[in-house]
């Protein structure tokens, strides 16, 4: 019984997501699913990407949080579009919740969106919203074991960026341990290092982002 | 129809987890369910606790996990009586995965048992373990917004740990921001910075976790 209700709500979710997707689509919109623990830094991501990214491209930004808008705040400074969703209390984004923001946010003209889903290395990776593809963000401080102990999000993830890279002198964590936990657990991952508070590594992460964004707009041509 | 069968799953949970503290009290143990976002330290808190706590009273962990023993296989180098948990990829330790692990346990002769919950801020919150008490892990490279954007989960605690002191001087992090917010989210709660890693704090909030033993064993007597 349990299971039966549980499937219908992934479906239902699975078929707002296949109509998210075709908005974007029709807008000609690459939209990406921002993942990662709380305080893995990705909305320190988002500001770090801006200044590289908006020169070449046109960005929008859903925030998704469990309460208050001190993200969609942070966002909006940078002179951004962007639309929080607020959760009341639900771990993770889901479908429906991405369509209601849509409303809100006009896609004509836009590049790329930013979905920003709640901190939570785990329930999140279950709910598609009808993007393109997925980044999961792991800082170091949070330590070099995670892709090993919660191993489903990074194999339903496109790509991982490990971020507080400037941390590393600080804190016990090694960067070929991941690696290595990357390729056995997730080997068709690619894997970006990169400081957002110095931006050490944020170009080789933007230039990937940029191919991808560029990849979903042929497919669609 | 939804919300129908959440309310009968949580009512069922509470069920076990009342099962569950019956069988600590007939043991007269005190049972304490440790959450917090990956990474936060709560593994490394235990680590810390051990040779404060281990000389006035005997311990064992219970570990949970959605993948690997690694948490369990550090414990267990302490010495501690450990059961792992394998929550099989589920967000969150529920009552009956420990009344399954409490049957691999003695507790006769215990004093507490420490059951880490899966890193996560949001969905272990949701699920009473049979537990006495309860304490949150944030740390310091989390950010210091984490209360006022989590709030359901340090409003269900009895006390909130402030970890990885040592990191403050490498990152954005106001401690007073984070004591202004507890105070207005969830007043009841007594906090405690410390570092795991260093030491430092340490034995203010192991004095806290004596007299909360002490309170509960005397409440059975």
């Not at 690459?30 to 770090?48: F, H, Q, R, V, W």
């Amino acid at each position: 019984m349990q299971v039966v209700v549980a499937k219908r709500l992934l479906q239902a979710n699975d078929q707002i997501a296949e109509m998210n997707r075709k908005r974007f689509d029709a807008a000609w919109v690459a939209a990406i699913n921002l993942l990662g623990s709380p305080g893995a830094g990705k909305t320190s991501l988002i500001e770090a990407l801006v200044p590289e990214l908006a020169a070449k491209m046109r960005l929008a930004v859903v925030e998704g949080d469990l309460a208050t808008t001190r993200d969609a705040d942070r966002v909006a400074q940078l002179g951004l579009p962007t639309v929080q969703i607020n959760t009341s209390g639900a771990c993770h984004l889901d479908a429906g919740m991405v369509a209601s923001a849509l409303d809100s946010l006009t896609l004509d003209g836009l590049d790329l969106l930013i979905i920003e889903n709640v901190g939570n290395l785990v329930c999140p990776s279950s709910y598609r919203l009808g993007e393109h593809f997925r980044t999961v963000v792991l800082s170091v401080p949070e330590g070099d074991d995670k892709v090993a102990k919660y191993p489903t999000m990074f194999q339903r993830v496109d790509s991982l960026v490990i971020n507080k890279l400037d941390l590393l002198p600080h804190v016990r964590f090694d960067l070929e341990r991941v690696r290595a936990d990357v390729k056995v657990v997730a080997p068709t991952v690619a894997s970006f290092a990169l400081s957002a508070a110095t931006g050490e590594g944020i170009a080789e992460y933007t230039a990937w982002l940029e191919q991808r964004c560029e990849q979903i707009r042929e497919g669609k041509g």
